[in-house]
């Protein structure tokens, strides 16, 4: 009987101290409950990257280990310590072993993203929800955590701006910054100043300024004003002292859209053209008779895109043909200045070489979903396509595939007007959902 209890505390592994050390494991196998053991230490005295370099030294001592099992377990008995910090780095030290076990690689990076959105880290959690489903795709969506796994996503890209939030009107027709301070403009709510600081939101509309009319169009942010295009002429808020004044002489225009392009300004109307203006004071009409939605401008050629007429070409101040028999709503410029993109109403969208006016591409529902097309937005390889009834469609230019945002992807709304980026979030202006701010861009891995 003492020969058997002497063999037995031989076998045994040695206890642990405190603090593991080197010297205490060198010499022998760890088990696999040791190794949790050793995680859990390490972690308490932050210093979780010597594991590694023992495993360098010594790799007997570690061999046939499940490195991934024993941190998914030290990271869950974290938790259940309310170390989420610790918790947090041991998952991402989980994810990181793993290679090819796509099913702990789901959970791995899902508490990862979890734990990060919850310190309001999104970028971050968005990185890790996006391994999640890649890992999740590997496995044909079978796992317990698939329908957490797009929820949580939701909840990482996307928030809300809309009558939940005291807007009179869920409608937008522009999103434009300034700073803190977001100026949204509502198809019949007039203008709203939402300051980001203070949370403090302004509304501006008919009864308690100037502004001439509730029904905006557009906004364009100066320096020392604000511009806005409304139904009933144009008008600007003075910032130094906070005072709206309308423009006179234009009351009785349907203006669409202002822009300045360094040197005049360029407001688009419907049924009287374009007209222009250096010092906003006062505006000569350059363009009569058309329905102008939109204007583009490079170098000292304007590009007219009219419902009615198509594309027209302004340099020179003459008005020629550029692309006709086309509904034209929208015209943007390509990462190429020699490549333009004509969003239309019935004919889809349409990739133009701006040197000889040939039609290169035509996209139409087949891909889109729909044909009609709202607002545009170049963001480096992508170009993100805002339609009517069908959400966002998303070009990735390199590789030439479409993919769709929609209502499910938490999308407030499929009409889409305005599409508008600020830093790593895309604000998408609906016809009926408010605004969506969506961020699209994931940061590099949180280092353990």
Not at 11 to 19: D, F, Y
Not at 73 to 82: F, T, V
Not at 148 to 168: A, G, M, N
Request: glycine share 6%; aromatic share 14%.
């Amino acid at each position: 009987m003492k020969i058997f209890y002497l063999f037995l505390f031989i076998c045994m592994p040695l206890p642990l101290s405190a603090t593991v050390t080197f010297d205490q494991i060198k010499n022998r196998k760890v088990a696999q409950y040791e190794l949790t053991d050793i995680i859990m230490d390490l972690a308490i005295e932050e210093n979780g990257a010597l594991l590694d370099r023992w495993r360098s030294l010594s790799p007997k001592t570690f061999e046939k280990l499940d490195f991934t099992k024993a941190y998914l377990l030290a990271a869950n008995r974290s938790l259940e310590q309310r170390l989420t910090n610790q918790a947090l780095s041991l998952y991402i030290r989980s994810f990181q072993w793993i290679d090819k076990n796509y099913y702990d690689k789901v959970e791995a990076a899902f508490q990862a993203s979890f734990h990060l959105y919850a310190q309001n880290k999104r970028s971050e959690a968005l990185f890790y929800i996006n391994r999640a489903i890649e890992s999740l795709a590997k496995i044909r969506n079978n796992h317990p955590l698939a329908e957490d796994l797009f929820f949580l996503k939701r909840r990482i890209v996307w928030r809300y701006f809309s009558r939940f939030e005291s807007l009179p009107d869920n409608a937008i027709s522009a999103v434009e910054f300034d700073g803190d301070d977001v100026w949204i403009g509502m198809w019949s709510g007039g203008v709203g100043r939402f300051s980001r600081s203070s949370l403090r939101l302004d509304l501006y509309n008919e009864r308690n300024t100037k502004l001439p009319s509730n029904y905006t169009r557009d906004i364009l942010v100066r320096k020392d004003k604000i511009w806005v295009a409304t139904q009933s002429g144009l008008a600007y808020y003075q910032k130094s002292d906070a005072s709206w004044h309308p423009v006179k002489g234009l009351e009785k225009y349907k203006f669409k859209n202002i822009s300045h392009n360094g040197t005049h300004f360029y407001a688009t109307t419907l049924y009287k053209g374009v007209f222009r203006s250096k010092d906003g004071d006062s505006w000569e009409n350059i363009i009569s008779g058309h329905s102008v939605l939109d204007i583009l401008n490079i170098g000292n050629e304007f590009y007219i895109a009219t419902p009615e007429r198509g594309v027209y070409l302004y340099r020179d101040n003459k008005l020629e043909p550029f692309l006709p028999n086309v509904s034209a709503k929208v015209i943007i410029s390509d990462r190429d200045p020699n490549i333009l993109w004509v969003g239309t109403y019935g004919q889809g969208l349409l990739k133009i070489d701006r040197k000889s006016a040939k039609i290169l591409e035509e996209f139409r529902a087949n891909v889109m979903r729909s044909d009609y097309v709202e607002s545009l937005l170049v963001e480096e390889n992508k170009l993100w396509v805002g339609t009517l009834e069908t959400g966002v469609s998303i070009y990735d230019m390199d590789e030439g595939t479409w993919s769709i945002l929609g209502l499910r992807d938490g999308l407030p709304g499929l009409d889409i007007t305005s599409i508008t980026r600020e830093n790593d979030h895309l604000w998408f202006g609906t016809l009926a959902g408010g605004i969506g701010i969506y961020l699209f861009k994931e940061k590099f891995p949180v280092k353990e």
